[in-house]
């Protein structure tokens, strides 16, 4: 079991999501979060003050699932978030020590098993 | 001159230019976050540059003596636009009441476009567009042109206004094509409450822009703000009845929409009408838009925000319904079909095809000679970013965080955030 977290563009998450769902991975979290990857930043003028935008918008998918969907939940992610941009995001494996499902107490690889 | 009139006209001025912060709202609600800004600017901007070239040659071009097609230049720069008498209030407040219409109209075609037009091609087009379509169409209704003449009514702009724009919306959302995320991906309004505050406030001010037209404060203009109440709360409560009848939630959105069709309905028939007729037009006026406004999402059609559902299929059935409930006891004008006068709604439907024609033909011309000059949208990958970035350099709701303060001296800043001051703590920007 890995936990896959992935930081990817705000303007891609309805394409990841639309992928992920097509590739039977069914079972993730998103937050919306600021981050800085390397990207040139913009810069934005309010009333004679000039910012620069250090930080972009970003959105983190944490999806945990079981060893043989680790793979193809990857690639499904950079093949739908991939611009060719500076900016377009990270990918992480992370083990996992346990999972449980809170409805039925299942643990580890049944608690990620979706129920159909 | 009479001071009552003048009193009424100064206000009624005043709340006709509210319409277009009023639409920027109404506009701005329904477009996603990343492009509020660069929406509500499509409204706002037309404040200076439409104002400005219709002082210097749009109002001349629609209301000085001239043939039947369009004014002539006698007015250009105001000049001979003062405060003598025209009609019972002073010529240069009439050109101020015709400027507040002059304005809005331009912005209501962004809705057509919203979200993928570059900002400065934009500008360049409503600014050209006033003066070579908007300007001509006034004066043929309102100038004393040839759609006067043929005795076409439109008492405050259901063709001049509302078909004219439609027929530009049409146009240019073709011309600039969809948006790259339309019928891929869900588009949701980002503000539902700014569309119902817009909506709110273009109720207001549709007072003025019809109970206005009366150009006095008697009992013409009486008769057109009753009916301005009356005919959108008549399509308001026939949208309702459809939501409900149709099985499905009554939705906010639907009441600011059906709100805006409603005053677009009664807009060219405001002082020709009895109220009876102006509650029966709202209640009709529903349907088309109603139905409209549900095919249309299942076209490839990108009109973003319906304006040719809401204004051109309002305006049209405003203006030809106009033909049918014009009633002279009510008026002091021509009768209807309903008083045994069938010509009039002939006249009614020509006068809409002259304008739809006119309006769609000459956008088409402009778009494509300025897109010679310029590209009309942006590039799809900015269109990922929205057009408040790119082309305002500015978000709508920005909270400050990780944004760095660019000195006035350093021409190029350093990347690290230790020589910078993060502006972190509000308040500043």
Known sequence: MKLIVAIVRPEKLSDVLEALFHADVRGLTISRVQGHGGEIEHVENYRGTSVKMALAEKVRLEIGVSNHFVQPTIDTIINAARTGEVGDGKIMVLPIEKIYRIRTGESDQDAVTPVH | ?429
């Open chain 2, 1 to 429: 001159m009479n001071n009552a009139d003048i009193a009424w006209m100064l206000v009624a001025t005043a709340l006709v230019l509210l319409m277009t912060p009023a639409l920027a709202f109404f506009y701005g609600g329904l477009v996603r976050s990343k492009n509020a800004l660069n929406t509500m600017m499509m409204s706002f901007v037309a404040l200076g540059p439409v104002a400005v070239v219709w002082a210097l040659v749009g109002y001349s071009l629609a209301f000085a003596p001239g043939g039947p097609a369009i004014g002539s230049l006698a007015f250009a720069g105001l000049r001979g636009v003062g405060l003598e008498a025209q009609g019972t209030i002073p010529h240069l407040l009439f050109m101020c009441f015709q400027g507040t219409f002059a304005i809005i109209t331009p912005a209501l075609i962004s809705g057509a476009v919203v979200e993928r037009m570059r900002f400065n091609a934009y500008l360049a087009f409503i600014t050209l567009w006033v003066v070579l379509v908007y300007a001509p169409v006034a004066h043929w209704v309102w100038g004393g042109g040839f759609l006067a003449s043929m005795g076409a009514l439109d008492f405050a702009g259901g063709a001049v206004v509302h078909v004219n724009a439609a027929s530009a919306a049409l146009v240019a959302a073709l011309v600039v094509g969809p948006r790259k995320d339309y019928g891929r991906h869900a588009i949701l309004p980002h503000n539902v409450p700014f569309a119902m505050l817009g909506a709110g406030l273009l109720w207001f001010g549709w007072f003025g822009f019809n109970a206005g037209s009366a150009l006095s404060a008697g009992t013409t203009a009486s008769l057109a703000f009753a009916n301005t109440l009356l005919a959108p709360a008549a399509t308001l409560a026939t949208w309702t009845l459809i939501d409900l009848l149709r099985g499905g939630p009554v939705t906010a959105v639907g009441a600011a929409t059906a709100i805006v069709v409603g005053l677009v309905v009664v807009t060219p028939a405001a002082g020709y009408i009895s109220p009876a007729s102006a509650i029966a037009m709202g209640a009709i006026g529903a349907f088309p838009s109603y139905f409209a406004l549900i095919y249309r999402a299942k076209t490839k059609l990108d009109d973003s925000l319906d304006v040719v559902a809401a204004h051109g299929l309002g305006g049209a059935t405003g203006a030809i319904l106009t033909g049918v409930f014009a009633e002279a006891a009510w008026s002091g004008g021509p009768n209807g079909l309903m008083g045994g006068n069938p010509g009039q709604v002939l006249t009614q439907l020509a006068s809409v095809a002259i304008v739809l024609a006119y309006s769609g033909a000459m956008t088409f011309t402009l778009l494509k000679l300025l897109a010679l000059v310029m590209p009309l949208r942006i590039g799809a990958r900015d269109e990922g970013v929205g057009v408040d970035v790119t082309d305002h350099g500015e978000e709508a709701y920005t909270h400050g965080d990780g944004a760095i303060l660019v000195k006035p001296k350093e021409t190029s800043v350093a990347r690290s955030a230790v020589d910078a001051v993060a502006v972190s703590s509000g308040g500043q920007l």
